[in-house]
């Protein structure tokens, strides 16, 4: 089953958080029939990562790492 995860990597240590991913999103993954995860983890897996460590983040420069580097390259511009 798929599972989307978050890290956070901080002078204090790590946190870490996971959650299945909402059917939605898998529906909308699916529908694309060509192997491609981008929605699911640009849309969901980042959003995650951003809401779960919203105070921790908030204020600082953050560099977001994904192993879909199309995904990861939509964030480039972007701010916490």
């Known amino acids: 089953p798929a599972r989307l995860g978050a890290v956070l990597f901080l ?3 790590c946190q870490y ?3 299945t991913p909402p059917a939605s999103a898998v529906e909308l993954a699916k529908k694309r029939n060509d192997q491609q995860i ?3 983890e640009l849309l969901v897996a980042i959003a995650l990562a951003l809401s ?3 105070g921790q ?3 600082a420069s953050v560099v ?3 192993d879909n580097t199309g995904s990861e390259a939509h964030t480039h511009t972007q701010e916490a």
């Open 11 to 13: 002078d204090s240590g």
């Open 17 to 19: 958080t996971s959650m």
């Open 38 to 40: 981008i929605a699911l």
């Open 52 to 54: 779960t460590f919203q």
């Open 57 to 59: 983040i908030r204020g």
């Open 64 to 66: 977001i790492h994904c």
